[in-house]
């Protein structure tokens, strides 16, 4: 237990500690030691719930990038919907059609698609009435 010594209004000295553990702090061991759990788990969670659905998420997107085929219907990432014309699994650019009256085509990078799915997913919603 520590003793305070009050030597008038605002002052207040401590005097003495008894028992315990010894004045000073016990240094960079003492704080390692009661904070590595809690950071341990913050880090694990961290993990967990922000990097791996992410990672998750990246690796599938390249597998259906590496995938895509003849006929699959895409959207790019302006937001243009066509279907594969041409993609060769070696090639980093992918023709679509873009427009099946005229047939005009478009030759993009294959990291610029968003969204591989089929025709009845990718197609886009209008309201009724337009």
Excluded at 18 to 34: K, L, N, Q, V
Excluded at 59 to 80: C, F, P, S, W, Y
Excluded at 90 to 114: E, N
Aim: neutral net charge.
């Amino acid at each position: 237990m520590a003793r305070f010594l009050f030597d008038g209004p605002g002052s207040l000295a401590l005097l003495a500690q008894e028992g315990g553990a010894p004045a000073g702090g016990g240094g960079f061991d003492s704080i390692f030691g009661t904070m590595a759990i809690p950071l341990a788990l913050t880090f694990l969670l961290m993990y967990l719930f922000l990097l791996r659905p992410d990672q998750k998420k990246r690796k599938d997107m390249e597998r259906q990038l590496a995938a895509i085929k003849k006929n699959d219907h895409v959207v790019t990432i302006g937001g243009i919907f066509g279907t594969v014309v041409a993609a060769s699994t070696d090639s980093k650019f992918v023709t679509i059609r873009v427009d099946d009256s005229t047939g005009t085509k478009l030759k993009i990078l294959r990291s610029a698609i968003s969204h591989v799915g089929g025709a009845d997913e990718a197609e886009v919603e209008t309201k009724p009435g337009e």
